[in-house]
């Protein structure tokens, strides 16, 4: 019999690659979903079960002897700004989805070996150039308190047995969609560069080790806690852009002072853009991890070449 693994945000950018991964390995796949009506059931290992986001109502029976769940759900943080309305329901989302798994788990009479808990590096706020090893402490910021709101939200299944690890995930970069999506457009238009100085780190990671990870991580029973996922090349928001411009065939000479986006509302654009966050992934690559694309010139040549 199959091994069972429920995911919230299974339909995400993330989730929905991590769900093909799974079945590819033989896993039964539930994913939690407002409208299971409306997803397409051509996978048999797949199928789907309608929540509301906020309790285990209606999908917590398939938490008995599950296997795993894996916590993806939250309101995307892109936008045009964060107005004090959006982050309430960035916030919201995450804290009530986490609740929901904790309340599940809690209700279970036989409970699942292991809660995969998303987050972010957000969690380390912008550090200038010191090296960020999960041992470091939480961050100042909007991102820094919701990635440890986050993460603690589910943090009650240890005490119940079950093996609890936590995934700071960095910029995912992908063929389509997400982070790459959106800064190859201005090098089309032979208007790329840099945002701000240039000198701020950024931690970035590709999909496949993304996904990769975290089913190296489901799967290896000793491994718990905090894991950084961010790709072992570390660089500067400058050398991201010039290798970025290099993979496309195009110049990186634009430069955007950063105070242009400061205008946007809210804290986003000093935490998203002009933010310094060298992010290494010590525990992953010491316990024997190994990536498919450590270096960003290879990861983005393998997602542009389609």
């Given at each position: 019999m199959s091994r069972k693994v429920i995911i919230t945000g299974g339909t995400g950018f993330i989730g929905s690659h991590l769900t093909g991964l799974l079945a590819k390995k033989g896993y039964a796949i539930i994913i939690l979903t407002r409208d299971p009506g409306?997803?397409?059931?051509?996978?048999?290992?797949?199928?789907y079960a309608k929540w509301d986001g906020?309790?285990?109502?209606?999908?917590?029976h398939h938490v008995d002897g599950s296997f795993a769940i894996i916590n993806l759900a939250g309101e995307s943080i892109a936008g045009p700004g964060w107005t004090a309305?959006?982050?309430?329901?960035?916030?919201r989302s995450r804290i009530n989805a986490g609740n929901a798994v904790l309340e599940a788990v809690r209700n279970s009479k036989n409970k699942p070996e292991v809660v995969i808990q998303g987050s972010a590096s957000g969690f380390y706020g912008s550090r200038g150039d010191t090296e960020l090893t999960e041992n470091c402490g939480q961050g100042d910021g909007f991102l820094a308190d919701l990635a440890m709101e986050w993460e603690s939200s589910t943090a009650p299944v240890k005490?119940?047995?079950?093996?609890?690890?936590?995934?700071r995930t960095s910029l995912v970069l992908a063929s389509s969609g997400g982070f790459l999506s959106l800064v190859t457009i201005p090098f089309k238009f032979f208007v790329g560069g840099h945002v701000g100085s240039g000198t701020q780190w950024m931690p970035w990671i590709h999909l496949e080790d993304e996904i990769e990870a975290i089913c190296w991580l489901l799967e290896n029973k000793k491994s718990s806690g905090i894991y950084n996922l961010a790709a072992p090349d570390q660089l500067r928001s400058r050398e991201f852009f010039k290798t970025l411009g290099k993979v496309m065939g195009r110049p990186s000479w634009f430069h955007l002072p950063g105070f242009l986006?400061?205008?946007?509302?809210?804290?986003?654009?000093?935490?998203?853009?002009l933010s310094s966050a060298r992010v290494v992934p010590s525990r992953l690559t010491g316990e024997g991890f190994q990536f498919r694309f450590p270096h960003l010139e290879n990861a983005l040549q393998y997602s542009l070449s389609g």
């Open positions: 409306k997803k397409n059931n051509e996978t048999p290992s797949i199928s906020k309790t285990s109502t209606g999908w917590g309305s959006k982050k309430e329901k960035i916030r005490d119940m047995g079950v093996r609890h690890v936590i995934i986006f400061q205008m946007l509302p809210g804290e986003m654009a000093d935490e998203l853009l």
